[in-house]
C-alpha cells in the first residue's frame, strides 16, 4: 500500500472514532432530561458539532495564515478531546452499573448523571496535570559491557515534547531546567521532539541550541517527525546541533556505544528510510556497552538477542489520561518506567509533554536521569 493511501486510511480510522465518541456521548446526554428535548437538545447537537470540527478546524485555520485564532480553536478543540474521552469512558462504566439502561429509570439518571460530573471533574484535574512541567525520575542500570572508567556516566533521557502550534517555549525550558538538574554527560532524544508543524519549531532554534552536553545530544525520529516531514526534522535536528541516529552506532567514549534507528510505524506510514537494527549495529564490537535509542517500545526481545544493554524509548505516553493506558498495553506492553527482557533492560519515559488533550491523569509528564554502572563499579 501506497505510503499517501496508508496515511489516508489512518486517518479516516481515526476521524470515525472521533465521530463515533461523539455519537455515543451525544445519544447518552440526550437520554437526560436537560437535553432530551427543545432548545437543549439543540444546545446539546450544536456543541457536538462544533466539538468534533474544533481540532481539525483550529489546524486549519493556522496553516492558512490565521495563527492566533487557529491556536485557540485548536486548543478548545484539544481540551474537548480530553473531555469527551472521560465522558465516553465513564458512560461506558455507567453501562454496566444501570444494565446498559434496563435498570429502573430513576437509577440510570442518577448514574448517567453521577458519570457526566465525574468525568467533568476528572477532565479539570487531568488539564492541571497537563500544565505542569515534567518531573525528573532517577535510576540507575548496570550496563552490561560498561567500562569501569566509564562507571557513573549519566544520560538524560527526553521523549515526546511536541513542541508545535500548543507546546512552545515555555514548555522546552521547562525540560531545559529538568536536563540541567540531571548534570548529563549526554542527552538521548527518543522522538517526537516536533508535533507536526516543523515550520513552527525551526523558530525555536535559539532555544533548542540551548540543548546541551559534553558528549552530545543523540536522537532519532518518532513517528511526528515524520508527520512533519521526516527530511525537514532531519534538517531542524541537526541545525539545533543534534545529531541524528538514522541506523546508525557511535562510539561516545571508549567502549560505550549509543545506537539509533528511526521510528517503525512512521517511516512506514510516510514512505520514509524504514528501521534497520542490524544495519545500526553493524560497527558496533561483541561485547561493547551498547544504549539504543527506539521510539516505540516494540522489539525488545530482538534487540537484546543483538547484544544491546539498554534501550529508552517513549511514544506511549504512559497512556497519558487514565484509562487509555489499558488501551495502549494491547499494543505496548511496556507503557511506562523500567522492565527487563532477557539480560536487556529498557526504560520508557511518558514524555515531557502531552499530544491532543492538553492533560494528564495517572500518567505525569518526564524526564529521566539514569545513571550507568558497570559491574565493576557496582
Known amino acids: 500500500m501506497r505510503p499517501a493511501i496508508r496515511f489516508a486510511v489512518f486517518l479516516t480510522i481515526v476521524l470515525s ?5 461523539h455519537v455515543y ?63 465516553f469512558a465513564l458512560l461506558l462504566v455507567s453501562e454496566i452499573v444501570t444494565l446498559v439502561g ?30 505542569r512541567g515534567p518531573r525528573l525520575v532517577e535510576h540507575e542500570v548496570v550496563l552490561p559491557g560498561l567500562p569501569a572508567q566509564a562507571d557513573g556516566l549519566t544520560i538524560a533521557l527526553v521523549s515526546d515534547v511536541h513542541l508545535g502550534t500548543l507546546l512552545g517555549r515555555a514548555r522546552w525550558n ?5 536536563v540541567g538538574e540531571s ?55 541537526a541545525d539545533a546541533g543534534f545529531a541524528v541516529l538514522d541506523n546508525a552506532a557511535v562510539e561516545v567514549r571508549p567502549g560505550v556505544w549509543v545506537a539509533g534507528v528511526p521510528d517503525t510505524r512512521g517511516a512506514r506510514q510516510t514512505g520514509s528510510l524504514p528501521a534497520d537494527l542490524a544495519a545500526a549495529l553493524a560497527d558496533v564490537p561483541p561485547g561493547a556497552a551498547l544504549v539504543l535509542l527506539q ?57 515531557a509533554g502531552w499530544w491532543g488533550p492538553p492533560m494528564r491523569l495517572g500518567a505525569p509528564a518526564e524526564v529521566w536521569r539514569i545513571v550507568l554502572r558497570s559491574s565493576a563499579g557496582t
Do not use: C, K
Request: glycine share 14%; aromatic share 10%; proline share 5%.
Open 17 to 21: 472514532i472521533w465521530a463515533l465518541e
Open 25 to 87: 456521548v451525544g445519544f447518552r446526554l440526550a437520554s437526560l432530561p436537560p437535553f432530551a428535548a427543545g432548545s437543549g437538545h439543540r444546545v446539546l447537537v450544536i456543541g457536538l458539532v462544533l466539538g468534533f470540527l474544533s481540532y481539525p478546524l483550529g489546524r486549519i485555520l493556522f496553516a492558512a495564515g490565521w495563527r492566533g485564532v487557529g491556536r485557540v480553536v485548536e486548543y478548545i478543540g484539544a481540551v474537548w478531546m480530553g473531555a469527551l474521552f472521560l465522558l
Open 102 to 131: 434496563f435498570a429502573p429509570r430513576p437509577w440510570t439518571f442518577a448514574a448517567r448523571s453521577v458519570a457526566i460530573v465525574l468525568a467533568l471533574v476528572a477532565a479539570g484535574v487531568a488539564w492541571v496535570g497537563g500544565i
Open 174 to 178: 521547562e525540560v531545559l531546567t529538568r
Open 183 to 237: 548534570r548529563p554527560d549526554l542527552v538521548a532524544l527518543a522522538g517526537d521532539l516536533v508535533d507536526a508543524d516543523a515550520g513552527v519549531v525551526e523558530q525555536m532554534l535559539g532555544d533548542l541550541r540551548r540543548l546541551r552536553a559534553p558528549l552530545g545530544v543523540w536522537a532519532v525520529l518518532g513517528n511526528h517527525e515524520h508527520y512533519a516531514g521526516p527530511e525537514r526534522s532531519r534538517r531542524l535536528l
Open 295 to 351: 521510539h516505540s517500545p516494540e522489539d525488545e526481545a530482538r534487540a537484546a538477542a543483538a547484544g544491546v544493554g539498554l534501550m529508552l524509548s517513549g511514544h506511549t505516553h504512559g497512556g497519558q489520561i487514565w484509562p487509555f493506558g489499558a488501551l495502549v498495553r494491547l499494543t505496548y506492553p511496556h507503557i511506562a518506567g523500567v522492565y527487563r527482557v532477557e539480560g536487556m533492560e529498557g526504560v520508557v519515559s511518558r514524555g
